[in-house]
């Protein structure tokens, strides 16, 4: 199980964006270490939702020649259904670039893919994130994993109440909610080829 938690702060709310800029992009010193990883969230039309699924298991692999995939999750419940999150590494924008070029021109993923699940996709939404500077991205110790590590929806719940209790938690959230204008929290369902489970 996986539960993603994000949030917009009011200083990046606050930024103006061109209207053609459909995908948020890290600034600051973390984006000149090179390494950052794509959040690409699909929704999907309810009926092709399946369809999709099957024909991305059958066909990722040709996908994942091109670059690390880490981790691929339909959404369980916590905003919109039927809907997929999907985490690719790039060692820099060069290389997404590149990618991007090669998949353009790869004519089995485009014939045996994508032009079969574009008509299936309503929305796309790419993020381009970073790692905070203490932290690793590694495989947890059991098939489970979120991005808050618990072992059921339960124990997740049980943790949250005992955080609520550390007067540390609660003074962090104190002096952070001020600058936070939305949050959302959904729960992932690992696909069957998703490396993170």
């Known amino acids: ?5 994000s949030g917009l702060t009011k200083a990046l709310a606050s930024r103006t964006l061109a209207p ?16 950052f990883y794509e959040f690409r969230t699909y929704y999907l039309k309810p009926s092709n939702m399946n ?6 298991k059958k066909n990722i692999h ?7 995939l880490v981790g691929f999750w339909s959404v369980e419940f916590g905003g919109r259904t ?4 999907h985490i690719w590494k ?5 290389h997404r670039a590149e ?20 008509a299936r996709i309503d929305k796309q939404e790419t993020e381009i994130t970073y790692l905070i500077p203490w ?9 489970v994993h979120v991005l808050w590590w618990n072992e059921s929806a339960d124990s997740r719940a049980a943790g949250r109440h005992k955080s609520h209790e550390d007067p540390r938690v609660v003074a962090a959230v104190r002096e952070s909610v001020n600058y936070l204008v939305s949050q959302q929290n959904m729960l992932l369902i690992p696909a069957s080829f998703s490396p993170l489970k």
């Open 1 to 5: 199980m996986l539960v993603l938690r």
């Open 20 to 35: 053609q800029v459909c995908s948020s992009f890290a600034t600051g010193p973390r984006q000149y270490d090179g390494t």
């Open 51 to 56: 369809a999709f699924m099957e024909n991305l």
């Open 62 to 68: 040709l996908r994942t020649s091109y670059s690390e």
């Open 82 to 85: 039927n809907k997929v999150f």
């Open 90 to 94: 790039y060692d820099n924008f060069a």
């Open 99 to 118: 990618v991007r070029k090669a998949l353009a021109n790869c004519k089995e993923w485009q014939e045996q893919s994508i032009i079969p699940n574009l």
């Open 135 to 143: 932290s690793k991205l590694e495989k947890p110790p059991k098939e």
